[in-house]
């Protein structure tokens, strides 16, 4: 087995991690080489930045069986598959695509429940091409008859990125927006639905990856500083906040997001199904 990972960043690095003790190889990209070692020994990495076709990646795709795509579309649609479809499709041992999406393409909905077989709304450019890149693999996955799967993905925390770390440094800021709800989930718990997908097919195409708790931005941070013992920041009313690009857009929404699918039949357990676990965990980090 072979896992090509187009865009090893966080969330694919966790991934890794724990694909780590299997008998496979891995490979993927970066828009730029680190200078420190890889997360995992071995892994090949080659630079990308999704602005042309690279022969390096061509080459490191050979023996490809498992792929995720975490790298964003562009304004022109996923990157990947106009670089690299044809070299995708003619891969002979490909038998799963996941491709890590948003929960952000259903749209603002007011902190209603969304599910998988809720409509797509999105209300913002990044979600609109995240609705079309979804299609786009979905579409590649019916015509080369491969198991593709989409990830939409909660708002992502663990290990030096949560309100732990926006506390420790002083940055955290407690805004208050009247009915505003988010689902969050952990870096680890995406890891490992990502796992449960590879090794179980249960059919489906769309997976919410999400947390058990919606809960209301300030209340995650007043529980982390509670428990660290902080002073508490002040609350910021939405209104003066002053946000602007992926946090206003982000900010602009409201739901909640059932994870039942994954929990049902892909038989994920969460390790965090709340933020109090999450933020306990790394507390102690």
């Not at 090893?8 to 299997?22: H, I, S, V």
């Not at 420190?36 to 069986?65: C, E, K, M």
């Not at 990856?209 to 902080?230: F, I, K, N, R, T």
């Amino acid at each position: 087995m072979r896992l090509f990972c187009f865009g090893c960043g966080y969330t694919a690095e966790a991934l890794l991690r724990r694909l780590a003790p299997r008998e496979m190889t891995f490979a993927g990209t970066r828009s730029r080489l680190p200078e420190a070692a890889p997360v995992l020994p071995g892994l090949a990495l080659v630079a990308y930045a999704g602005d042309s076709a690279v022969a390096a990646v061509r080459q490191a795709l050979q023996d490809t069986t498992h792929l995720l795509v975490s790298i964003p579309p562009d304004l022109e649609g996923d990157v990947v598959l106009r670089h690299f479809r044809d070299e995708l499709a003619a891969l002979p041992r490909l038998s799963w695509v996941g491709y890590l999406s948003t929960v952000g393409v259903y749209g603002d909905c007011q902190g209603a429940w969304v599910d998988e077989t809720s409509p797509t709304r999105p209300t913002n450019e990044r979600s609109l091409r995240r609705v079309q890149a979804e299609r786009a693999w979905l579409s590649f996955g019916d015509s080369t008859s491969r198991r593709v799967e989409i990830f939409r993905l909660a708002g992502i925390y663990g290990p030096g990125r949560s309100v732990i770390d926006n506390l420790r440094s002083g940055t955290a800021r407690r805004i208050v927006k009247a009915g505003q709800i988010f689902n969050r989930i952990h870096v680890d718990d995406i890891a490992r639905t990502l796992v449960a997908a590879i090794d179980r097919e249960a059919g489906h195409r769309i997976y919410n990856v999400s947390d058990d708790e919606p809960a209301p931005p300030q209340d995650v941070v007043a529980y982390a500083a509670e428990m660290l013992g902080v002073p508490m920041p002040p609350e910021v009313p939405y209104a003066e906040a002053e946000l602007s690009g992926l946090a206003a857009s982000f900010w602009s929404e409201s739901r909640r997001v059932r994870n039942d699918r994954i929990r049902r039949d892909l038989g994920v357990e969460l390790l965090y199904p709340t933020f109090r676990e999450g933020l306990r965990a790394l507390a102690t980090v």
